[in-house]
Nanobody, 123 residues
Framework: QVQLVESGGGLVQAGGSLRLSCAAL????????MGWFRQAPGKEREFVAR????????YYADSVKGRFTISRDNAKMTVYLQMNGLKPEDTAVYYC????????????????WGQGTQVTVSS
């Protein structure tokens, strides 16, 4: 099994930056893609970004493109989400997830989930 541990959330002002980390532990050989999702109060969980372990191919939601950067360190089995130019609408609980589906974007395609880390952006 795979265990995902997130960290790096916090409270920042609009325009600020945060860097989230997600460490993958256990049997990660079956995972192909790591993704970041977020869920705001009263809203469904939405896709933010994903990255492949093999080539580091990235894909972003339009709402964060140009502001967020996803990266990975295969040796450390850790995925990062650098968030710049944060906006109040970015406020949410952010989750990292692992999938064995290459083009996974839907939450249902991800097999393992972290517990989430709170990101709050004040106006």
């Amino acid at each position: 099994q795979v265990q995902l541990v997130e960290s790096g959330g916090g409270l920042v002002q609009a325009g600020g930056s945060l860097r989230l980390s997600c460490a993958a532990l256990g049997r990660t050989f079956s995972t192909t893609v790591m993704g970041w999702f977020r869920q705001a109060p009263g809203k469904e969980r939405e896709f933010v970004a994903r990255i492949t372990w093999s080539l580091g191919t990235t894909y972003y939601a339009d709402s964060v493109k140009g502001r967020f950067t996803i990266s990975r360190d295969n040796a450390k089995m850790t995925v990062y989400l650098q968030m710049n130019g944060l906006k109040p609408e970015d406020t949410a609980v952010y989750y990292c997830a692992a999938s064995n589906t290459y083009n996974a974007v839907n939450p249902g395609s991800y097999n393992y989930w972290g517990q989430g880390t709170q990101v709050t952006v004040s106006s």
